[in-house]
């Protein structure tokens, strides 16, 4: 389980990781100037799949399906490889340019296959990856999302 936690007042991030099957600690110091704790509660946050119920860190019941890895990169990733063979297809350097696209296809086809969905909470945006997650939990929806922004504002 890998676990990243924000505070809400300011922007500190702490991210806590555990293996599989050991209990996350329930009492996370977060390092900085100024001390601050938060407290986790795993009482009922795990439901019979090991999925969460609701978040251990705010007691928050929405959380969204979010996926680990940022679209951005395959998009940057394929302009680059299209760059790449335009200059080898003027030099007439097929050969090498095929290679390259296959290369990044087979990374993208990779990265698909191996990236992991995370959990974060509506409320305090913490983040709950390498767990199941529950059939219960939908992808991010604007109006929920709306709602919690105006409520920490
Ligand atoms: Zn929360």
Sequence with gaps: ?????????????????????????????????????????????????????????????DMYVSNNFPQITTLVSIALAAVVCLVLIYHKWIIPAAIVLAVVIVLDILIYLFKKPALICYDCRSEFRSMPIGKHHQRWEQGLGERYKRKNS
């Design 1 to 61: 389980m890998k676990i990243t936690l924000r505070t809400k007042e300011s922007q500190q991030r702490v991210i806590i990781q555990t293996d599989d099957g050991s209990t996350p600690p329930t009492m996370i110091k977060f390092p900085g100037q100024v001390p601050q704790q938060i407290a986790l509660d795993w009482s009922g946050a795990l439901d019979d799949e090991k999925s969460l119920k609701r978040c251990p860190a705010c007691g928050c019941k």
